[in-house]
């Protein structure tokens, strides 16, 4: 029986024995662990010495470029306003389409696309007459409001794809005798092919400049790590604009002379580049 219990007694320490190692040895890779994740926290927080600041920040350089692509205006764009005040509406109405259906005739048979006339905006309102007043010491009281009759007004724009007729055009509505005219403005149909060559045009001026500045500094360029854009144009087109009396006046003395000028179109960029 005592050879027995000394043998339980054995087994029990070796168990302890085993169960001592195992933690030992779990600590001990715990430990590691930890100084392993330490010492890369460590380095990788060395890589920011500013906050903020990005690790490769040092290692770019940054180069303008402008580019610039001039065109004649092929296209205009003007509208007019048809505005007629009656006793009712639907007569107000009537004389806005009558004048409208005139200025719509000469339109298309001199040529302009049913698809180029558009209305832009069509209202109608009261037309108010407002009483005088009589102020008595400090009491001025409240001018009464009478509605007379209605405003009917109709604004039509119109694109003209053929820029040697927009004088004609203008004043033959103007002959009319069909209210306002606006303005009317000259651009390139074509705009957004330009913009493109122009911001092209940049980017090659800024790798030029790019690559000028990297072989002073005796480095090579890397790839692209930034980039930025904005466009704008340079020199305005003329405008033609004319009131009821200027019309009419430009009417009687012949279509006006319309000048289109040069539109141009310009991109300035900012390029970012990795050095080597």
């Given amino acids: 029986m005592a050879t027995q219990n000394n043998s339980k007694d054995n087994n029990w320490f070796d168990a302890s024995e085993n169960g001592r190692n195992i933690s030992f040895a779990l600590i001990t890779f ?28 040092h290692n770019v350089i940054t180069v303008s470029g402008e580019g610039s692509v001039s065109a004649v205006p092929d296209i205009g764009t003007f509208s ?49 007459v407002y009483s005088t007043t009589v102020c008595t010491g400090r009491v001025c009281p409240q001018p009464n409001a009478t509605i007379t009759g ?73 790839k692209v790590t930034g980039f930025s854009e ?12 004319n009131m009821m009396a200027g019309v009419q006046d430009s009417a009687a003395s012949g279509a006006p002379a319309l000048p289109t000028g040069e539109n141009k179109i310009i991109s300035d960029v900012t390029v970012n580049y990795e050095i080597q």
Avoid: C, W
Avoid at 43 to 57: D, F, K, L, M
Avoid at 208 to 219: D, N, P, Q, T
Avoid at 230 to 241: D, I, L, N, R
């Fill in 30 to 57: 715990l430990g590691l662990l930890s100084i392993f994740l330490i010492a890369k926290t460590v380095n990788e927080v060395r890589t920011y010495p500013t906050i903020g600041e990005s690790a490769t920040e």
């Fill in 80 to 128: 007019f306003t048809l505005s007629e005040t009656a006793p009712t509406i639907a007569a107000a109405q009537k004389l806005v389409a009558d004048k409208g259906n005139a200025a719509l005739n000469f339109l298309k048979k001199s040529g302009v696309d049913e698809k180029d006339i558009k209305t832009e905006s069509y209202n109608t309102n009261p037309h108010y």
């Fill in 150 to 222: 209605y405003d009917v007004n109709q604004t039509v724009s119109v694109k003209v794809r053929k820029l040697d007729q927009a004088g004609t055009l203008i004043a033959g509505l103007g002959a009319l005798n069909i209210g306002t005219i606006g303005d009317l403005s000259m651009t390139v149909d074509s705009l957004d092919a330009l913009k493109y060559q122009a911001r092209d045009i940049a980017i090659a001026n800024a790798r030029m400049e790019a690559l000028r500045l990297a072989k002073s500094l005796g480095v090579s360029l890397g």
């Fill in 230 to 241: 904005s466009t704008g144009g340079g020199v305005p087109v003329p405008m033609y604009k």
